[in-house]
């Protein structure tokens, strides 16, 4: 199959990410499953009031402990072409978060999406330990792209043969495995403690760590024409991802996005979906 190397306009993208954002709002309100605005998304609520500019996705979290709830709410109340994907009904995703998103019309998952990262304990002070959580997550993270990639659902390849020989040697393990031993290094830390981490963040795990009276009572908060629920102090989660200075725009050639690529869903009807959106 040919590979699709068109990008959705961002302009279309928003509105079939603030579609899904509705679609998840119907879900969590209605099972009481709190969320929290993530990463970018945080930002763009607080310096945009919606969407940064030149983003094309959204994010949120969810604390573990809420994570199996809003699995089951969403295989109970999502119906095609929404879903949302996981580890557990695609056994060839290899991210550390859920997707909510679109399947097209050949039956994939379209790269525009929400990403839902879950919160899992964690303790600042345990140093070595949070290192080796995370040596072991990285591992486990490349050894099953790589495993993907060779049964022709990725194109993973690293040049430096020792590093395919390494991973040729994790890949001994069954992708079921992986992704059991994954979980248990996540949630290796069982104390509820002071602090939070969001392993599957794009940041380093370090700055992915957030205090967890930031996230206090849910609260929302204008998000373009709609709105995001948000911590109850995200400054204090901005900080730690962005430094006292997020306020700040970054210079042009940092104002980078991720790049969805177009899709074609017969079962979707832009026109309509665009007026609910802004209804």
Known sequence: MKENNEYLDKEKAKVYLLYLLKKLHEITEREGIPIYASGGTCLGMIRHQGMIPWDDDID?????????????????????????????????????????CFLDDDNNYTSLSIDVFELDETNPKRHLFREFQNQVKRGLYYTKMYKVSKLGYGKYHPKSIFKRCILSIGSLLSIRSMDRLLIKILTAEKKEGDYVVNWGAAYSYKKATYPRKAFGTPHKMPFENMYVWSEEYPEMILECLYGKDYMKLPPIEKRTDHGVKSFKCSKLDFDAIKKEVYS
């Open 60 to 100: 949120i979290m969810i604390f573990r402990k809420d994570y199996k709830r809003f699995v089951q709410a969403c295989e109970k109340s999502l119906s095609l072409p929404i879903v949302l994907r996981t580890r557990d009904n695609d056994p060839f995703f290899y991210e550390e978060f859920a997707k909510l």
